[in-house]
């Protein structure tokens, strides 16, 4: 449902994200409608770089260096920057007082050519496995980082074929 600021916007620029409709298509997933929004407005931006918010830098660190294998670049405090790698987004990691307390509402997907030897890795750098998904007609492996933090292990392109 809209709020009152939406309404606002909505005024001023006939950007109306809340009428855009799920229906499903052919491939039976259901996706939505963007036509239905109306807008002469651009993208707000785009993805710069990934926060990890951890409880230990140097032992999140180690995991995720060895994980994405990236070089430790610059540690200024409660921060720590990966050297970027390539035209990906840089990625860093925050160290935070408190606890992770729930699922996370956005995760990482990593690339792997093999889903099964890339968890066991996981594992033996001080991961776990959460969930084995497979859905349709696809396979990946949802694991947490020694903060809990999720992410998934997928095939090169598996899901861009899901999402089609």
Not at 61 to 89: C, H, K, M
Request: net charge negative.
């Amino acid at each position: 449902m809209p709020t009152i600021s939406h309404r606002l916007k909505a005024a001023k620029t006939g950007y109306e994200p809340w009428r855009a409709l799920p229906h499903v298509g052919i491939s039976g997933k259901e996706h939505y409608d963007m036509s239905k929004c109306t807008t002469n407005v651009g993208p707000v931006g785009q993805l710069f770089q990934i926060g990890i918010d951890v409880e230990d830098l140097d032992r999140s660190a180690q995991f995720w260096s060895a994980d994405l294998g990236l070089n430790v670049g610059n540690r200024t405090g409660e921060y720590l920057i990966f050297e970027q790698q390539g035209g990906s987004p840089k990625v860093y990691l925050q160290k935070v007082p408190e606890k992770k307390m729930a699922k996370s509402r956005m995760h990482i997907d990593i690339s792997v050519e093999d889903v099964d030897a890339a968890s066991a890795q996981v594992e033996a750098l001080g991961g776990r496995k959460l969930q084995v998904v497979e859905e349709f007609g696809i396979r990946w492996i949802v694991m947490a980082d020694p903060d809990g933090n999720e992410f998934c292990l997928d095939a090169p392109h598996a899901r861009e074929q899901m999402l089609q």
